[in-house]
């Protein structure tokens, strides 16, 4: 059993959608592949990175199925999701297996501002550094709030968190930025398996393919996944 903090079980008269309450009513079908590669990689013991958390539902779920018996580390930069991932986490009694931070993920360690397309928990397509989300479309954010960015190799390395060995990211826009961060990071034996997000668009796809295959990770669900312009999909890389 997962629990989930909502805000509301109704939708909201300003005609944004409650993003919360839908999260949790598509819990099981929204990323069936998701929890797919929790169910059959995942085992107790391990360390995981989940990169754009958001409220923490994908978080949540391995470490209940773990039985707590792991290291989760949650990343989300997103003000009002990162105040209810925290929530969830106490909610669900995770508090000594999960740890949340509020920084974003990508290339280099810096200061840099967060734009939020929509200022509602459980809302997504946020950017890092300019109001620019997937596929390079620009929006009129809601908030611009400060940041800390750090890159995956400085997580590992200069800061020393524990090692991961699965990591999850889902970010909208910047998933080869994070890639390009993990130089080191990716070519850890310690690092069992990677799944990450892509928007099909331009080179996006081929670039981090071509970063994980040269790192020894191979694309394990390379049969289903649909590389149209314009798709969204989970790529799953394996080490082999």
Do not use: C
Request: proline share 3%; hydrophobic share 40%.
């Amino acid at each position: 059993t997962i629990l989930l903090d909502l805000d509301s079980d109704q939708e909201s008269e300003d005609g944004l959608r409650n993003y919360e309450l839908w999260r949790a009513g598509h819990y099981d079908n929204k990323e069936p592949d998701t929890l797919d590669w929790i169910d059959t990689y995942f085992k107790e013991g391990d360390t995981i990175y989940d990169i754009g958390a958001n409220i923490g539902q994908y978080s949540l779920y391995a470490a209940k199925t773990l039985n707590g018996n792991a290291q989760m580390f949650a990343f989300e930069p997103e003000a009002l999701n990162f105040a209810k991932l925290n929530r969830n986490i106490l909610l669900n009694g995770l508090g000594s297996t999960m740890t949340a931070y509020p920084m974003a993920v990508s290339d280099q360690t810096g200061i840099d501002h967060f734009y939020s397309k929509a200022f509602k928990t459980g809302a997504a397509l946020h950017a890092l550094g300019r109001a620019i989300t997937q596929g390079e479309k620009a929006f009129e954010p809601h908030n611009r709030q400060g940041i800390m960015a750090v890159s995956l190799d400085d997580l590992t390395g200069k800061y020393g968190l524990p090692f991961p060995t699965h990591i999850k990211v889902d970010v909208d826009g910047i998933e080869d930025r994070i890639v390009k961060g993990a130089h080191n990071t990716l070519r850890d034996p310690r690092l069992k398996t990677f799944l990450i997000e892509v928007y099909m668009h331009k080179t996006m796809a081929n670039d981090i393919k071509e970063a994980f295959f040269n790192a020894g990770l191979q694309l394990s669900n390379a049969d289903v996944v649909d590389f149209s312009d314009g798709v969204v999909q989970n790529l799953i890389f394996v080490r082999k």
